[in-house]
Every structure is written in structure tokens, then in C-alpha cells.
């Protein structure tokens, strides 16, 4: 963690000194591009990762601040969290996640970072996006979810999500990232869950032990959450590994965890002692297995009445 720092530290001031070096687009049509695990499931898990790349120097000498995914080789932690995120709560379900030139840690240090190179991140997705509906996911229903970067992609898609496409949707799972008031309004593919049964629906979770504590980027103007515990969105607290209390704070839509005393969220400097948008993953496994799982039988059932 300290060395994330450090070399997010020292990125980030090369940032403002060289121009940026783009690696080559990947190809969707090609196998590399993808960590797929078919289950001859009648429902697709679409999975887009979170932040797992760190700025380097270029052949060119210029600085990249997004993953090498050409070649293989060169971006290893993508295809490490998708195989972890498939084990963890993919379950019975069709796994597919794309390789794509994620922006690197150190952009999330500033608003003007992400919002000048997370375009070429974006651009990726969307193509991804595009040939799973077209060449993979042969019509069946579908779950969308990433965490973090990948939470971000998801908020993007579902802003531009057609109708028709939206219509085969169970549900969607921004997980560490942000939906804002002009989202929400603007995007008819945002419905916002208000429990663990409804479907075509975008759950969004960001977990904090005070408001005060979340990071600004990740969470700023938030206005949709729901308690992944209990799935209420009332401020009915629930009880997760028989020490943490989970409760929804409706005022601030983000979820806060009281009696964690680790210190494995602290990632300085994206994340303090009572941000815990690193223990996401980890914390609310179970309940997200359960809850794809469950929602994507409630889908099914309700195309064969």
C-alpha cells in the first residue's frame, strides 16, 4: 500500500510534464481480450474491473496512465480480479469480462485526471458492451456489474442504455461509485432497487463509517444506495460477520459500517481510515452471490408466466 503511494505520488507529477502515451485498443473479437467462464447458464454476468494498473514509463519515453492490454503479459490484475469476482459471487451464472485500458491509480487523484483520460477507458467498454450483445450473449438475459472504474463504465452504459437492451436486464450493481441527482433523472435506464426482488433495477452501494470519511470522487453527489445486508432502504441496520452493523444513511445515500477496528482499507492517499471502499468486494460477498442468483430466478420466472 505504501508503495502505491508513493509511485501514485511520483505519476502524478509526471502527469503534468509529458504527454500521454496510449496503448493499442484491444480487439473484442480475439480471446485475449476477455476472461469469459461459460456455464451453460441461462443467465450472462457482464463484469467490468476495478482500478488494478499503475502509470509506467512507455518505450517512447512518455508516461501511460492506462493498462498495456495488447499484450498479455502486461496487465495481469484485470484478469486476476475477474476470475476472484467469477469464484467469489459469479455462481451458476455465464461470467464475461473485458480486458479494456482502464486509467491507472494515480488519475484518481484528481476530478480533471479522470475526467480527461477515463474517455479512452470508456470507449473500450462500450465496444466490449457492444460484441457481447452482438457475438456472445445470444439474447439471453443479462447482469451488470463492475466495482470502483468498473462501477463508473456501468453508470456510463446505463446512461446509454436503449430500451430494447435495458429490457433484457435483471439488474445492475454499481459497486464503489457514485450516481448523481442529474443521472438519475436524465437516464430512464436508472431505476432505482428498493429491495432484494425487483428486476431491470441499479443497486448502488459505497460503504463509509461516516459520510464525512468517503472519498470525494468516488461517492460525490450520490443519491441512490440500498443496504446490501438487508436490502432495505430505510435506515434498518443489519449485522454482517456477527460484529459490524451495516445501516443505510438515507441522507447521504452511502452505507455505513460500524465496529470494523482493521486497518486494511487504509490505501493512502485515495482512501482513510474510515473509507471502506477497498472491503467491498470482501465484505458483501455473500449477500451479492445470493442476491444475483436470486433476482436472475425472479427474472426467469417471470418470462415464463
Not at 218 to 234: A, E, H, L, S
Not at 266 to 283: L, N
Request: charge should be negative.
Amino acid at each position: 500500500m505504501k508503495r502505491l503511494a508513493v509511485l501514485s505520488c511520483i505519476f502524478c507529477f509526471l502527469i503534468s510534464c509529458q504527454q500521454d502515451y496510449i496503448p493499442e485498443a484491444p480487439d473484442y473479437s480475439q480471446a485475449g481480450s476477455w476472461y469469459i467462464v461459460e456455464k451453460d447458464a441461462p443467465v450472462d454476468v457482464f463484469y467490468i474491473s476495478s482500478t488494478e494498473t499503475v502509470g509506467f514509463l512507455a518505450p517512447n519515453g512518455k508516461i501511460s496512465h492506462y493498462a498495456e492490454v495488447v499484450d498479455t503479459t502486461k496487465c495481469p490484475g484485470m484478469r486476476r480480479e475477474a476470475r476472484a469476482v467469477n469464484r467469489r459471487f459469479g455462481g451458476s451464472l455465464n461470467f464475461f469480462a473485458p480486458i479494456y485500458r482502464q486509467i491507472t491509480f494515480e488519475a484518481y487523484l484528481e476530478q480533471a485526471f479522470v475526467d480527461q483520460r477515463f474517455p479512452v477507458a470508456m470507449s473500450d467498454i462500450r465496444r466490449a458492451f457492444d460484441y457481447f450483445l452482438t457475438h456472445l450473449n445470444d439474447g439471453r438475459p443479462f447482469i451488470l456489474t463492475g466495482y470502483s472504474q468498473g462501477g463508473q463504465a456501468v453508470v456510463e452504459l446505463l446512461k446509454e442504455m436503449p430500451e430494447e437492451v435495458h429490457a433484457h436486464m435483471v439488474a445492475a450493481y454499481v459497486l464503489g461509485w457514485h450516481i448523481t441527482a442529474e443521472e438519475l433523472e436524465n437516464s430512464p435506464s436508472i431505476i432505482p432497487a428498493t429491495g432484494a426482488d425487483d428486476t431491470g433495477v441499479t443497486i448502488c452501494v459505497n460503504s463509509v463509517r461516516r459520510p464525512e470519511d468517503a472519498n470525494a470522487i468516488i461517492t460525490g453527489g450520490n443519491v441512490v444506495g440500498i443496504n446490501p445486508v438487508n436490502w432495505r432502504i430505510d435506515e434498518t441496520p443489519a449485522t454482517m460477520q456477527d460484529t459490524l452493523t451495516v445501516t443505510l444513511d438515507r441522507a447521504s445515500m452511502l452505507v455505513l459500517v460500524e465496529g470494523y477496528k482493521g486497518t486494511q482499507n487504509i490505501v493512502e492517499p485515495y482512501f482513510g481510515e474510515g473509507d471502506y471502499h477497498t472491503m467491498e468486494v470482501r465484505w458483501y460477498t455473500p449477500y451479492l452471490y445470493e442476491n444475483l442468483e436470486h433476482r436472475s430466478r425472479i427474472w426467469l420466472a417471470g418470462q415464463s408466466q
